[in-house]
């Protein structure tokens, strides 16, 4: 289900962790979101949109927008990759993260430039790279899959054989643009497909409506 313009989503995760995303555009589609780490240890925040290219069995999205991370000392800005789907109709299907990963944290006036997949005899999920203060000297280095580890300074800070499952579910209860109320998910939910699409177009064409308001009341607002 295409979230609707104003459609807000709340949700805790098992270690504390607070979240909150609205989908605050719809053409073109634009999610903002936050998390509040646990007692507020760390903030993730920022928007995604995305444009998508497709070919006769594959597709690329080139994700677009901003993200950054607050933790004590540091604010780090940092980008999307491109997520790359091969063999969408035969073959063995496969998703790939590609291209650059630009990281700055403007605190402390370090930067960490890589392309992730561009390491010859290595697979496309391994990167590696270094990080570099203003004057161009190496900080540390770093290596790793974004399937499997992370190191720095060949020091292992994230093993996925280590990791530990956490699991998000819904707050209750929630702003009602909630999606947790949405008619057309709750009628879908008990399998009632007919009325679910029903409420689904019903949805849809008070979106159209509300844009196609607002585009005609824009210029004349403007104008008063």
Same mark, same amino acid.
Not at 70 to 85: L, M, P, R, S, T
Not at 126 to 153: R, W
């Given at each position: 289900?295409? %979230?609707?313009l104003?459609?807000?989503?709340?949700m805790m /995760? *098992?270690?504390?962790?607070?979240?909150?995303? *609205?989908?605050?555009?719809?053409?073109?589609?634009?999610?903002?979101?936050?998390?509040?780490g646990p007692?507020?240890?760390?903030?993730?925040y920022?928007?995604?949109s995305f444009?998508?290219?497709? /070919?006769?069995?594959?597709?690329?999205?080139?994700n677009v927008? &901003?993200?950054a991370?607050?933790?004590?000392?540091?604010?780090?800005e940092?980008?999307?990759?491109?997520?790359?789907?091969?063999?969408?109709?035969w073959?063995a299907?496969?998703?790939?993260?590609? =291209?650059?990963?630009?990281?700055?944290?403007?605190?402390?006036?370090?930067?960490?430039?890589?392309v992730?997949?561009?390491?010859?005899?290595?697979?496309?999920d391994?990167?590696?790279?270094?990080?570099?203060?203003?004057? =161009?000297?190496?900080k540390?280095?770093?290596?790793?899959?974004?399937?499997?580890?992370?190191?720095?300074?060949?020091?292992?800070? /994230?093993?996925?054989?280590?990791?530990?499952d956490i699991?998000?579910? %819904?707050? &209750? %209860?929630?702003?009602?643009?909630?999606?947790?109320?949405?008619?057309d998910s709750?009628?879908?939910?008990?399998?009632?497909?007919?009325e679910?699409?029903?409420?689904?177009?019903k949805?849809?064409?008070?979106?159209?409506?509300?844009?196609?308001?607002?585009?005609?009341?824009? %210029?004349? &607002?403007? *104008?008063?």
């Amino acid at each position: 289900l295409n %979230p609707i313009l104003g459609e807000t989503y709340e949700m805790m /995760w *098992e270690d504390g962790a607070h979240e909150y995303v *609205e989908q605050t555009s719809h053409h073109p589609p634009v999610s903002h979101f936050l998390i509040n780490g646990p007692n507020n240890n760390y903030k993730y925040y920022g928007y995604l949109s995305f444009i998508t290219n497709a /070919w006769f069995n594959s597709c690329k999205l080139t994700n677009v927008g &901003k993200r950054a991370v607050d933790v004590k000392g540091a604010h780090i800005e940092f980008n999307y990759c491109v997520d790359q789907y091969s063999n969408t109709f035969w073959g063995a299907f496969r998703h790939e993260n590609i =291209g650059e990963m630009h990281f700055k944290d403007t605190t402390n006036g370090l930067c960490a430039d890589f392309v992730m997949g561009n390491v010859n005899g290595k697979t496309s999920d391994y990167f590696q790279g270094e990080i570099v203060d203003a004057d =161009g000297n190496t900080k540390s280095t770093f290596k790793g899959s974004y399937l499997s580890y992370l190191e720095f300074d060949g020091v292992r800070y /994230w093993d996925i054989r280590r990791n530990i499952d956490i699991e998000p579910y %819904p707050v &209750k %209860p929630q702003l009602k643009s909630g999606s947790i109320y949405r008619e057309d998910s709750l009628l879908l939910y008990e399998r009632k497909l007919d009325e679910a699409q029903e409420a689904k177009d019903k949805l849809e064409n008070l979106q159209r409506h509300d844009r196609k308001m607002r585009a005609e009341l824009g %210029p004349k &607002k403007e *104008e008063e």
